[in-house]
């Protein structure tokens, strides 16, 4: 079965600092990967996906994630937070083909907060 | 448009009650999930519709659960004899086809006393 591990549980940042929040995932065969946002109050919105081509990715508000194949890696980063950053942020992976297309597995989630 | 919409937003229920928890996808898409987040096992995947296919139940966590999509469009998802450790914040997904992103719905919180 397909596992995703989020390496951070909890990360504080002062605004204007950089990001990089760690994913790995465990499964051999290809797959599309995922990093969605959970606001306060708000239901959960992606903030990137990563289906084939370049494996440098750029979503919504400042944040980019590079999938990594050798490594199992689909790293999100930012290079400079805002207080509104502030959320919960969940990487996710499925498979691209098979029994279990579509069926997302996501990681633990890391909580960021962003002191102004 | 309009996006995934779920009902009830909050349920509390006594232990031993049965609920009915409801999902209205994105109009058009083919593809609906619900997964659980709770606080001890984060976000997991419950069951999948995929048009006219069986569903993909592999996720349900016992026989009191069971879902079912009518018309290839709204979903129910129905736990019966609930139990405190069903107390979660249900959500529902869906996407136009499988491999193509899902949107969220804002989850159905449920509270089993």
């Known amino acids: 079965a397909q596992s995703v591990s989020q390496h951070n549980h909890h990360v504080i940042l002062s605004e204007a600092a950089s990001l990089e929040l760690g994913c790995n995932y465990s499964?051999?065969?290809?797959?599309?990967l995922f990093w969605y946002v959970q606001y306060p109050g708000q239901h959960l919105q992606l903030l990137l996906k990563y289906f084939s081509g370049d494996p440098l990715v750029k979503g919504i508000k400042g944040f980019e994630a590079e999938f990594i194949k050798s490594k199992f890696s689909f790293n999100l980063r930012k290079p400079s937070v805002q207080w509104s950053d502030t959320a919960e942020y969940f990487c996710a992976v499925n498979a691209a083909r098979g029994s279990t297309l579509g069926r997302l597995y996501f990681g633990r989630g890391t909580q960021l907060t962003v002191w102004p | 448009g309009a996006g995934v919409s779920q009902s009830p937003s909050n349920k509390v229920t006594e232990k031993g009650k049965d609920v009915e928890l409801r999902c209205d996808p994105i109009s058009g898409h083919t593809a609906l999930y619900w997964y659980r987040q709770s606080l001890g096992q984060g976000l997991e995947f419950l069951i999948y519709?995929?048009?006219?296919?069986?569903?993909?139940k592999s996720g349900l966590p016992s026989d009191r659960f069971s879902a079912e999509r009518t018309g290839g469009s709204v979903s129910t998802l129905t736990i019966q004899r609930t139990q405190q450790e069903d107390s979660a914040v249900y959500l529902c997904?869906?996407?136009?086809?499988?491999?193509?992103?899902?949107?969220f719905g804002p989850g159905t919180r449920l509270t089993v006393l």
């Open positions: 997904a869906s996407s136009r086809l499988p491999k193509d992103e899902q949107f």
């Open positions: 499964y051999g065969g290809t797959v599309n």
């Open positions: 519709f995929q048009g006219n296919s069986a569903p993909d």
